[in-house]
Nanobody
Framework: QVQLVESGGGLVQAGGSLRLSCAASGRTFSGYVMGWFRQASGKEREFVAA????????RYADSAKGRFSISKDNAKNTVVLQMSSLKPEDTAVYYC???????????WGQGTQVTVSS
């Protein structure tokens, strides 16, 4: 079992930046793909970014490309989503997820709210 805890959400003005962190604990972190998803009010959850265990593979949603960056520190069992040039449409609850594949995630955090004001 893997426990994931997100932090770093908050209120920011459009054009600003936020850094989200996800701390993993429980069974070994090794081998997991780590991802970030988001869900805006009234909308379905959508993929934002993901990174392979080695860090050599990264994927981004089109909406995140050029503005968001995902990284990880295996020694600290953390994954970070650095978000910049934030837009009001980035407002959502952001979830950290872990799995063995880029298209399947078995563990989810509770989420952290990101609100971008115009």
């Amino acid at each position: 079992q893997v426990q994931l805890v997100e932090s770093g959400g908050g209120l920011v003005q459009a054009g600003g930046s936020l850094r989200l962190s996800c701390a993993a604990s429980g069974r070994t972190f090794s081998g997991y793909v780590m991802g970030w998803f988001r869900q805006a009010s009234g909308k379905e959850r959508e993929f934002v970014a993901a990174i392979s265990w080695s860090g050599g593979g990264r994927r981004y949603a089109d909406s995140a490309k050029g503005r968001f960056s995902i990284s990880k520190d295996n020694a600290k069992n953390t994954v970070v989503l650095q978000m910049s040039s934030l837009k009001p449409e980035d407002t959502a609850v952001y979830y950290c997820a872990a799995g063995y594949f880029f298209d399947r995630y078995d563990y989810w955090g509770q989420g952290t709210q990101v609100t971008v004001s115009s």
